[in-house]
């Protein structure tokens, strides 16, 4: 199968393929490493390249599952893959290989996905550009001079560019809305508790983050999340389970919904004049397609949301590097940290338990302020980012005055709407429903009640059949796709 066959189908038309014996999963292997081979060198978005694992599991067979082979990277941050190292985009952790695979691994191989690779992340994950000082920058298929977002930079850069039609990713604070958006992709922030986290992990980021994936349809989407989701053993909490399947939700219509948007972030940070324009007419297309839309927005005190925000995450860093250096017997520096994660490291060495305490409490406080606006409104409308992909360079986090405060305040300039959602666990979703006037990708997110990912994918289906967002592709990775 040539890679410009191979890339222009989803996750569920290639198992289709297979399902149908028209293709096998060895046959999609090579087309995903010859499309490692031509595009990788522009984009750099995949750090390993797995065929000998890839060649022992299609010889001990794959699981039978809704995406029996379809070739899968997994980001080099959050997830346990055994025998792969994860370095989490660290010189610290550089090498540092997992012994056995964790239970959301373990579902992703159940579903029938083939791991090829593995993906690029900025140090740590702090950071909406993915450019690491260990692999170096991943550069945007639309625009190569141009960031592919962050933190899973990586895995959405290789399914824009075609590498695989779906690929792992994070999210702590926008991580995998923000590189959805930056390159034409679905990205799905599932509800906190939704996906498993254990059995190594109770919370990642103390309910912050969630791991879920990239994707190019509502479908693949849908799809995925039946397959990973629900509660693993000895998990702390979880989300209430769905009603229905969410790839039958996808296929339903959402009713009359009731929409609130927002242009404004809470930081009152700028928003680039081509995302407004973008932002307005996705509220047309809302209200032509029936719903009720009104411009509204839970009202959050940013400064305390920001406190408690960085508190958890340096401590959460912190104890994420004390227990990988102690594995390693590698001591923690300036040498082989970048400089906001060198500060990070510090802030958390000095945290007092009274002040991360403190932090949780404003969290909740906001999940219930923002709860109750959630009981007005079935879905919250805002832009995905403030402004279009950065160039590479703009915002570097080992630049010498890049403390984590300081620099904290300089990315959420640009990406003030994600983070919210981190802080509330509910279910938020980027779509791609625009372009810039240069042909940049513009996301969207849409952001529903807590546990109710359902009302997003009946949403997200009916604009995906309006808008028929499959139908671009990066025009710096296209001469090499049709090779």
């Known amino acids: 199968m040539k890679f410009s066959e191979y890339s222009i189908y989803d996750a569920v038309g290639l198992a289709e393929l ?53 070739p899968f990277l997994i980001k080099e941050l959050g997830i346990q893959a055994a025998g792969v190292s994860i370095s989490s985009g660290s010189r610290l952790l550089a090498g540092l290989v997992t012994p056995t695979d964790d239970e959301l691994m373990t579902r992703f191989r159940k579903s029938g996905l083939l791991t090829v690779g593995t993906t690029t992340t900025p140090e740590f994950g702090y950071n909406f550009t993915t450019e690491s000082v260990l692999h170096g920058p991943t550069r945007n298929p639309w625009n ?13 850069a290789a399914v824009a560019a075609g590498i695989v039609p779906i690929a792992h990713a994070n999210d702590g604070a926008g991580s995998v809305r923000v590189p959805a ?72 219509a959402p009713g009359r919904l009731r929409i609130a948007w927002s242009a404004q ?41 920001s406190l408690a925000a960085l508190r958890i995450k340096a401590a959460y860093t912190t104890a ?29 060495q000095s945290l007092k338990a009274a002040e991360l305490l403190e932090a949780f409490d404003i969290q909740n406080r906001i999940s219930r302020s923002v709860g109750e606006f959630f009981t007005h409104y079935d879905v919250l409308l805002t832009p995905t980012a403030a402004q279009l992909p950065p160039v590479i360079g703009e915002l570097n986090m ?25 802080t509330t666990g509910q279910p938020a979703v980027s779509l791609p429903l625009g372009w810039s006037a240069s042909g940049l990708p513009i996301g969207m997110q849409f952001a529903g009640r807590f546990a109710d990912e359902a009302t997003l994918f009946r949403l997200a289906g009916q604009l995906e059949e309006a808008c028929s967002w499959n139908t671009k592709t990066p025009i710096n990775v296209g001469a090499l796709i049709t090779k």
Request: with cysteine; net charge neutral.
């Open 181 to 252: 958006s930056y390159n034409g992709l679905i990205g799905f922030k599932p509800t906190r508790g939704r996906v498993p986290t254990g059995p190594n992990t109770s919370e990642p980021a103390y309910g912050r983050s969630s791991s879920f994936a990239i994707t190019r349809s509502v479908r693949d989407t849908a799809a995925l999340l039946d397959c990973v989701s629900g509660p693993d053993v000895g998990c702390y909490a979880w989300a209430e389970r769905p009603k229905l399947p969410y790839k039958e939700e996808a296929l339903r």
């Open 18 to 70: 297979v399902k149908k014996k028209e293709v096998t999963p060895k046959e999609l292997a090579e087309a995903a490493f010859k499309g490692i081979e031509k595009v990788n060198p522009a984009i750099n978005a995949v750090v390993q390249i797995l065929d000998k694992q890839v060649d022992k599991e299609i010889e001990r067979g794959l699981h039978d599952g809704p995406f029996t082979g379809v």
């Open 398 to 422: 080992d630049a010498p005055d890049s403390d984590m405060k300081g620099f904290g305040k300089k990315i959420f300039r640009y990406f003030p709407f994600t983070r919210l959602f981190n």
């Open 265 to 305: 972030p809470q930081n009152q940070a700028p928003v680039n004049e081509e995302v407004v324009r973008v932002l307005h007419q996705t509220v047309k297309l809302c209200e032509e397609l029936g719903h009720e839309v009104i411009e509204a927005a839970p009202v959050v005190d940013e400064e305390w949301h």
């Open 320 to 348: 994420a590097i004390n227990k990988a250096s102690a594995r390693l017997k590698r001591t923690p520096s300036e040498e082989n940290l970048e400089t906001a994660i060198w500060s990070a490291y510090q802030i958390g």
């Open 144 to 156: 190569i001079e141009r960031s592919a977002g962050g933190s899973s930079g990586g895995s959405a």
